[in-house]
């Protein structure tokens, strides 16, 4: 399976994007789903999550209430709606499963101004 992350983009703090995830090569409508980001200089961490059926989520604890992951298995794509954000944001964002078992796209670049 190919994942492509994209929506990512240079936005103020407290601004808002929208990340999505399209999958090619394989269904992911079975797939527990994930968002990662990773710093520079940093270790690559969970940011959110959602059930194969979005029934369930689950967030990094910085970012709840401020994010939101959604998935349209139809279109086989999973979103991140990413609202006031912060510097500290600033990040690669990427999609996996929620097991990361799938392989890494190349992510999108995630920049928060102050």
């Known amino acids: 399976v190919q994942l492509v992350e994209s929506g990512g983009g240079l936005v103020q703090a407290g601004g808002s994007l929208r990340l999505s995830c399209a999958a090619s090569g394989r269904a992911l409508s079975s797939i527990d789903m994930g968002w990662y980001r990773q710093a520079l200089g940093k270790e690559r961490e969970f940011v959110a999550a959602?059930?194969?059926?979005?029934?369930?989520?689950n967030y990094l604890y910085s970012v709840k209430g401020r994010f939101t992951i959604s998935r349209d298995n139809a279109k086989n794509t999973v979103y991140l709606q990413m609202n006031s954000l912060k510097p500290e944001d600033t990040a690669t964002y990427y999609c996996?499963?929620?097991?990361?078992?799938?392989?890494w796209g190349q992510g999108t670049q995630v920049t928060v101004s102050t």
């Open positions: 959602i059930t194969w059926n979005g029934a369930a989520t």
């Open positions: 996996n499963a929620a097991d990361r078992q799938l392989n």
